[in-house]
């Protein structure tokens, strides 16, 4: 669990000269760090050992860093943060790593400094998918009563509307991908291909337009996320 000093960490990374340089900087910041080298090593060690943020590399030998991250997503008995470190850096890989369930994105190379805030944030944001509400700047979603709110204002949503809305509220500041809505909300069931595009439709008209500026936000060929300011969540 995370202490007052520092988060545990899970750093799957082949490259022995990048897990020395984290393990270097995050253990003088604090954290207490676990490794593999390998990915069956690291699923296995995630599987196992609760840890706040597991950063994982994309290539790695015996089970790549996709495999490892969609074994997570489908055998976790919780949802743990995952951080996805990759030399590749193309809207297609990252649809793809976000596709298969990882919560951020970091290409090499990489500052530290940045390294160690995106593991704070995500391990916060962890923390706030625990409670029923989710505040978000101006943007409330109770979870247990089903009901959201935006600046105070009771927002009529539809049942679809408020799943989406929950979605991306808990995901935030991260980008939900299309494939990812469509899997959340209707599962293998077969749809209409036009039907998330007339939900999310359907919910702009509800939380956006009576108001100033959108919180909607189309991230173009990648999905939907928040247009929030982080500096306002609260825990």
Known sequence: MTTSKGLHILLIEDE???AK???QYMEHKGHVLDFAVRGDQG???ALNTYYDVVILDLNLPHLDGLSVCQALREKADRHIPILMLTARDSIEDKV??????TDDYLTKPFSLQELEVRCFALSKRHLLQTHDKLELGPLVVDRRGKTA??????LALSSMGFKILTILAEAHPQIVSRSQLT????GDAPTESDALRSHIYQLRAV???PFDTPLIKTVFGAGFSLAIDDSNKKL
């Open 183 to 186: 899997q959340q909300l209707w």
């Open 43 to 45: 699923l296995e060690l």
């Open 207 to 209: 939380v956006d337009k």
């Open 16 to 18: 022995t000269s990048i």
């Open 149 to 154: 709110s935006r600046e105070g204002e009771p």
């Open 21 to 23: 340089n984290i393990a």
């Open 96 to 101: 793809s790593g976000f596709n298969k369930g």
